[in-house]
């Protein structure tokens, strides 16, 4: 069967003028003619074709190289804005804590001091005013509502006429939440309510009429 197969592959593809046959000798020996000897055995072309039709399925030759990869495509157009996102969680806002140490009214009438934390002294050693270097840049939104302060120690006698006054700034001007120690009082509380935004700089402002320093302690609610 192989060498028929073999045999059938190698005819050329040409037109026959009368139908031919394939003639196989006792020999072996194969041909294709019109008439086959009495001896010969005969297998018809279309016998043949059909016989390589049905075992061409499983006629399997190897696997072939990789081809050449093809060109870069075009850049892909861009594509739509993806939607916009869930808001993020607010930061928390509540109470800030601070103390200052306040010199005299003879040096420092007036003076700044930071929003929270130690200031050891509202104004420089040469008795300037502390301004633009006291802010602080606020990083939320919230709404300044009160405003306590505490005298802790003074290096003088209680005083029945001096005061000293505490407000908080926003960007550099005053704002409603302001209290004010006056004459022997210890302390001062306020409330108001005063925007701050986010991105504003704040700080606290000092006037002090009192002639001797001292440390006041400071509290004040954004909400």
């Keep these: 069967m192989n060498k028929i197969l073999l ?11 009368a ?12 041909s294709v003619k019109p008439r086959c000897a009495s001896s010969d055995s005969i297998l018809s ?3 043949l074709n059909s016989l390589l039709k049905s075992t061409s399925s499983t006629l399997k030759g190897e696997k072939g190289d990789p081809g050449i990869p093809g060109p870069k495509g075009d850049k892909g157009d861009q594509g739509l804005p993806g939607s916009s ?21 003879g040096s420092s009438p007036v003076s700044y001091f ?5 200031n050891l002294n509202a104004t420089t050693s040469l008795g300037v005013n502390i301004d633009a270097l006291m802010d602080a840049v606020m990083p939320i939104n919230c709404v300044a509502s009160s405003l306590t302060t505490k005298l ?6 209680p005083s029945t006429t001096g005061y000293r006054k505490f407000t908080l700034q926003v960007n550099g001007s005053d ?4 209290c004010t120690i006056s004459g022997s009082a210890l302390g001062c509380a306020a409330s108001a309510s005063v925007q701050i935004s986010q991105g504003d700089r704040v700080r606290f402002k000092m006037t002090n009429s009192i002639l001797w320093p001292s440390q006041i302690h400071f ?3 954004c909400s």
């Design 7 to 17: 045999f059938a592959l190698l005819i050329p593809s040409i037109a026959f003028a």
């Design 85 to 105: 996102g869930t808001s993020g969680v607010r930061a928390p806002s509540g109470t800030f804590y601070g103390m200052v140490n306040t010199e005299s009214a």
């Design 45 to 47: 072309l279309n016998k």
């Design 114 to 118: 930071q929003i929270a934390g130690a």
């Design 219 to 221: 509290m004040w609610a």
């Design 152 to 157: 802790v120690y003074s290096l003088g006698p």
């Design 175 to 178: 704002t409603p939440l302001n």
């Design 19 to 30: 139908p031919q046959k394939v003639c196989i000798a006792r020999n072996g020996s194969i």
